[in-house]
C-alpha cells in the first residue's frame, strides 16, 4: 500500500503586479502531478529552485490547499482530514529560521512535545533520545540564537521527529550547510530511513539525491519530466556525449542557434567568473564541436573539451528539457 | 488533558519564546517605564487644566494599561511568529487552535494585571490618589476582567495577523484607539453620540466607569452590571477572533497567505 499518494496535484497562486496599475497574475507553481511512496521508502523530489517541490511538500503536510488534484497520506485525504495527516507526520525544513530564537533546543522541543501530544511522562525519555541523535547533547540548554547554522538544522530534525511520525517530510534539508554538516546529516537521514520511516526528501543536489533516495521524481517547471530509480535515470542519459565550451559573454539568440544543432539534446550555460562555460549534451556518436563552434559567431570562445555524461549532466538534459 | 498542557505550558512557552520583554533590561522600561510616565502625563494635564481630580486619570490610565500587554501581546502571537517563520510548523502540528492561541493569554493578562497593580501604585505614591483597603478586592477583579477583555480585543488583532502582513501598525491602532475612546483621560459625556457607541462597544469603557465608582467609595454589587458587560464584551470579541482565526487559517491554505512576510 502507498504511504503517500498524490493525484494529478495542482496548485496556482495568484499575485499581483505593479504599484499604481496592478494586474493579477496566476503562477501555475505545481501542474499535475502524480507520484507514490511505498511504506518505509526514501523517495527524492529531485528540482531547481522553483520547481515546485516546496509547495508540493507543503500540500501534502496541509499547509497549503491543492488547487485541483487529491493527495492522501496513510489513507488520509490532506484536505478533508488535515488533523488526521497532521498527526502522523513530520516536517523538516531547511534553513536557519523557523525556530524559537530566544528559547533553548530544550524548551524549543518541550513546546513542540506539547503541541504534538507527546505525553508528559514520556517528553523528557524522547527529547533525551532526540537531541543524542542530532548530537545536541550537551548543547541543548544554550538559547538557540548562539547556535550554528548546522546545529539548527538538527534541531528542526530532532523537532519533526518528536511524535515518532511513521512519515517524514524533508524539504532541502541540507541547504546552507557546510560539507561536513550536510554529510552527517545525510548519515542521519540514512539511519532514519533504515529505521523503516517513510520519507520524502526534496533537494536539487544531484547527488544527495542518488546517495540516499531509493527512487526519485525529477520535477521542473512544476511537473515530473522523470522518475525511477537512481539507476533507472542515469540509464537514461549514459548514452550520449557532453561538449564543454568555455566563453567570454554569450547571448540567448546563440544558445537558441545550438540548441538547433541536429544531435544536441540540451544546452546549458554555469557562470565562472569572469566566463560562462555553455555545456551542451549530444547523442552518442555524433561529433558536433565544430558544427557548435561554426554557430558562435560573435562570442569569444575560449577553451573547448569534450567527455563522457556524468549524472549531473543526466538531470540537467532532463530539467533542460521541460 | 493534551489541550489543558497545551494551554497551561504551552502558553507559557510560547510567552518566553516570543516576547522581548521577559528580560528585566526590557520588561522595566516597557512594561513599567512607559506606563509610569503616562500616568504622569495625563495627571499633570489635567492638572494643569483643571478640568478632573489625578484619581480620574489614575484609574483610566491604570486600567487602560492593563490593556497593552494584551494588544500588543496577542498582536504579536502571530505576527511574532510570522516574523520568526514559525508559523508554519506551528500550524502544521495538531494541536488544538483554541487552546493553542487561548493559552498564550494568560501570561498576558498577568502581565497586564501587574502594570496595572504598579500604575495604581504609582498614583497613590507621586499622585493625589487614596484606595480604601475594603475597595481592592473589587477593584482588582474589575482590572482582571479589563485585561481579560482586552486581550480578547488583542486576540482579534492577532487573527488578523494571519491574513495581513503586519499587524504591528494595527496594534497601535488599537491601543490608541481605546486611549481616546474608552473614556480613559475624556469623559464618555464629552463624545459626540456615534462616539459614544463606538466606546460602549469596545472594551474597557465599562471596566473603567466601574472602576472609577469603587474606587470612590461604591461597593461590587453598586457596579456589577458594568463588571457583566465588560466580561460579555470581553467573551464577544474572544468567541469573534476565534472564529476569525480559523476562517483566516482556513482562508490562508487556500490563498498561500500563511507565510508571506
Known amino acids: 500500500m502507498a504511504v503517500i499518494e498524490a493525484s494529478e496535484l495542482r496548485r496556482t497562486y495568484r499575485t499581483t503586479t505593479g504599484t499604481i496599475r496592478r494586474r493579477r497574475v496566476e503562477v501555475e507553481a505545481v501542474r499535475g502531478i502524480s507520484f507514490e511512496v511505498a511504506e518505509g521508502e526514501l523517495f527524492g523530489l529531485l528540482g531547481p529552485n522553483g520547481a515546485g517541490k516546496t509547495t508540493t511538500i507543503k500540500m501534502l503536510i496541509t499547509l497549503l490547499v491543492p488547487t485541483s488534484g487529491s493527495a492522501r497520506v496513510l489513507g488520509h485525504d490532506v484536505v478533508r482530514e488535515a488533523g488526521e495527516v497532521r498527526r502522523r507526520v513530520g516536517y523538516v525544513f531547511g534553513g536557519e529560521r523557523g525556530v524559537y530564537e530566544r528559547l533553548s533546543a530544550l524548551d524549543n522541543l518541550r513546546y513542540f512535545a506539547e503541541l504534538y501530544g507527546v505525553p508528559g511522562r514520556e517528553q523528557k525519555t524522547r527529547i533525551a533520545e532526540l537531541l543524542d541523535l542530532v548530537g545536541l547533547t550537551g548543547r541543548e540548554k544554550e538559547r538557540v540564537e548562539g547556535y550554528s547554522r548546522g546545529m539548527r538544522q538538527r534541531l528542526h530534525i530532532a523537532r519533526g521527529l518528536l511524535h515518532d511520525p511513521p512519515v517524514l517530510f524533508l524539504d532541502e534539508p541540507t541547504i546552507g550547510l557546510d560539507p561536513v554538516g550536510a554529510r552527517e546529516l545525510r548519515a542521519m537521514i540514512a539511519t532514519l530511513a533504515e529505521s523503516g520511516k517513510t520519507i520524502l526528501l526534496t533537494t536539487h543536489y544531484m547527488f544527495e539525491a542518488d546517495s540516499l533516495c531509493d527512487r526519485i521524481a525529477v520535477i521542473a517547471k512544476g511537473k515530473i519530466v522523470a522518475e525511477g530509480t537512481p539507476q533507472q535515470l542515469k540509464g537514461g542519459v549514459a548514452e550520449g556525449w557532453v561538449v564543454e565550451i568555455e566563453v567570454y559573454g554569450i547571448e540567448d539568440v546563440v544558445l537558441d542557434r545550438l540548441r538547433a544543432v541536429p544531435g544536441v539534446r540540451a544546452v546549458a550555460v554555469e557562470e565562472r567568473d569572469q566566463a560562462q562555460l555553455v555545456v551542451v549534451q549530444t547523442d552518442s556518436g555524433q561529433e558536433l564541436t565544430h558544427a557548435l563552434l561554426s554557430r558562435m559567431d560573435g562570442a569569444a570562445v575560449g577553451r573547448v573539451s569534450s567527455r563522457e555524461p556524468t549524472l549531473e549532466d543526466a538531470y540537467v538534459a532532463l530539467v533542460g528539457e521541460s | ?261
Not at chain 2, 134 to 155: D, H, M, N, R, Y
Request: glycine share 10%; proline share 4%; charged share 10%.
Open chain 2, 1 to 261: 488533558m493534551t489541550h489543558v498542557r497545551v494551554f497551561f505550558i504551552g502558553g507559557y512557552i510560547a510567552y518566553r519564546a516570543l516576547f522581548n520583554w521577559m528580560h528585566p533590561s526590557y520588561y522595566i522600561p516597557t512594561m513599567l517605564g512607559a506606563p509610569l510616565f503616562q500616568i504622569l502625563f495625563f495627571a499633570y494635564i489635567g492638572r494643569y487644566t483643571g478640568l478632573k481630580d489625578d484619581a480620574f486619570f489614575v484609574v483610566g490610565n491604570a486600567v487602560q494599561l492593563s490593556a497593552m500587554a494584551g494588544v500588543y501581546g496577542m498582536a504579536m502571537t502571530i505576527g511574532g511568529e510570522r516574523w520568526t517563520q514559525t508559523l508554519s510548523p506551528l500550524l502544521a502540528t495538531p494541536a488544538n487552535r483554541l487552546a493553542l492561541f487561548l493559552g498564550r493569554s494568560l501570561p498576558l493578562i498577568a502581565n497586564g494585571m501587574v502594570t496595572s497593580v504598579f500604575a495604581f501604585g504609582v498614583g497613590w505614591w507621586l499622585l493625589d490618589f487614596e484606595l480604601a483597603a475594603e475597595s481592592i478586592p473589587p477593584l482588582a477583579a474589575i482590572v482582571l476582567v479589563s485585561a481579560v477583555a482586552c486581550t480578547a480585543f488583542g486576540l482579534l488583532v492577532g487573527a488578523i495577523g494571519l491574513r495581513a502582513r503586519d499587524v504591528f501598525f494595527l496594534a497601535n491602532l488599537a491601543v490608541f484607539s481605546l486611549l481616546l475612546m474608552c473614556g480613559v483621560n475624556i469623559p464618555l459625556d464629552a463624545f459626540p453620540g456615534w462616539m459614544e457607541a463606538i466606546s460602549r462597544a469596545l472594551p474597557l469603557t465599562h471596566g473603567i466607569e466601574a472602576a472609577r465608582e469603587v474606587a470612590a467609595g461604591a461597593g461590587f454589587a453598586d457596579v456589577d452590571h458594568l463588571f457583566w458587560t465588560e466580561l460579555g464584551i470581553g467573551v464577544f470579541y474572544g468567541a469573534f477572533a476565534y472564529a476569525l482565526f480559523r476562517f483566516f487559517e482556513a482562508d490562508g491554505r487556500k490563498r498561500a497567505t500563511l507565510e508571506t512576510m
